[in-house]
């Protein structure tokens, strides 16, 4: 359960208020992580770093005072934190003679399919070369209010744990183990070491927010760990200011708590259940029976079409399961109720027949 001897690709999560100390970086905090990754890198692994901390270090170079609320201030203090983060990664890694590398990422990256290969192939290069690729959501432009597109980069950090098929994420925070009870409102909570199963009862009775700077929470932290199981990652979450953490990790110690992944998906598969949906599409009974029997959706079960979007989209199917749709909106709602034969005569003999195919559909519940 706790053997990581022969996880070779590690993703570090590391959080604002762990990475932080008087609302700046905690430069000699930094030095210590480096070195434990170091040794990692020594060892013939492959580490990916998922920072958080941005918007921390703007808001104390401006030397604000309190939480940064307003969501322009906050693309703003990340406008000026990111590069004063990333100097201090570069001095810490650099007394190891390592490379680091700055990665930006928006939602919106990580649900294009053709944008997703894209980074894929990138961090898998930058991997090769030896480096250590640090990624952060680009606050400073995303479309969505900071925090709700990754929730201080827990999301994230399972994503992308996900989609470079990592063995182990380790996230570092300021939580020592996920308990059966909120330790701060009952002093018989008690640490859970292992977790098998990540359950909505489980989720429902997590926090909802994080410190200062950040937006993440115990239940953040659980949605990313439900997502990385299903990539076949292991996760552990612990506190990221026990002396030496990663490395005692790495060995095997009883430290935080174990998330351990239910069966893997394939990497398409994943994608699909992770990225945002543009729509929905309501099928029939037989529709839906169909597909749980790895049949292909045809427009004859479609019922009705809600939002717009294109041929290629992630829709959402009667709340039921996600599918990568071969159809728009459009043309959904003008072939809805009709024979399959009806798309190639209305749009063109070289459209694919169906709505979706089997590899095209992923269901909730797994």
Request: overall charge positive; charged content about 25%; glycine content about 8%.
């Amino acid at each position: 359960m706790r053997d990581f001897s022969q996880s070779k690709r590690i993703v570090v999560k590391i959080g604002t208020s762990t990475l932080s100390k008087d609302d700046a970086v905690d430069t000699e905090y930094l030095r210590c992580v480096a070195a434990q990754i170091a040794s990692l890198i020594g060892q013939g692994r492959q580490v990916v770093i998922i920072t958080s901390g941005a918007i921390g270090m703007g808001a104390g170079l401006l030397q604000l005072k309190g939480s940064v609320a307003d969501m322009k201030m906050r693309q703003a203090c990340a406008a000026i934190g990111q590069p004063l983060l990333m100097q201090e990664y570069q001095r810490a890694f650099a007394e190891h003679d390592i490379a680091v590398a700055q990665v930006l990422l928006t939602a919106e990256v990580l649900n294009n399919r053709k944008t997703y290969l894209n980074l894929r192939n990138s961090v898998e290069t930058l991997l090769k070369l030896g480096t250590v690729p640090v990624l952060n959501e680009n606050d400073s432009v995303s479309t969505d209010e900071i925090g709700s597109a990754f929730g201080d980069n827990d999301k994230l950090s399972a994503l992308v744990a996900s989609k470079l098929d990592a063995d182990l994420l380790i996230m570092l925070s300021d939580i020592d183990a996920m308990y059966d009870r909120d330790p701060r409102k009952h002093d018989d909570a008690k640490p859970i070491h292992a977790v098998f199963e990540i359950t909505d009862e489980i989720i429902r009775s997590a926090g909802k927010r994080g410190s200062k700077y950040a937006t993440g929470g115990m239940k953040a932290k659980l949605e990313a760990a439900k997502i990385a199981s299903y990539a076949g990652c292991r996760i552990v979450l612990a506190n990221g200011r026990t002396d030496n953490v990663i490395g005692r990790i790495m060995g095997g110690e009883e430290i935080g708590t174990v998330f351990m992944p239910k069966r893997k998906l394939g990497n398409r598969a994943r994608w699909i259940l992770n990225s945002a949906t543009a729509g929905a599409v309501r099928i029939d009974e037989g529709a839906m029976k169909a597909l749980r029997k790895r049949k292909s959706l045809l427009p004859s079960g479609v019922i009705d079409v809600h939002g717009d979007f294109k041929a290629g989209a992630v829709v959402m199917l009667n709340d039921a399961a996600k599918a990568q749709t071969s159809l728009g909106s459009s043309e959904l709602r003008s072939l809805a109720g009709k024979h399959s034969r009806e798309i190639r005569q209305t749009l063109g003999a070289d459209r694919r027949d169906v709505v979706a195919t089997p590899e095209d559909i992923v269901f909730l519940d797994y």
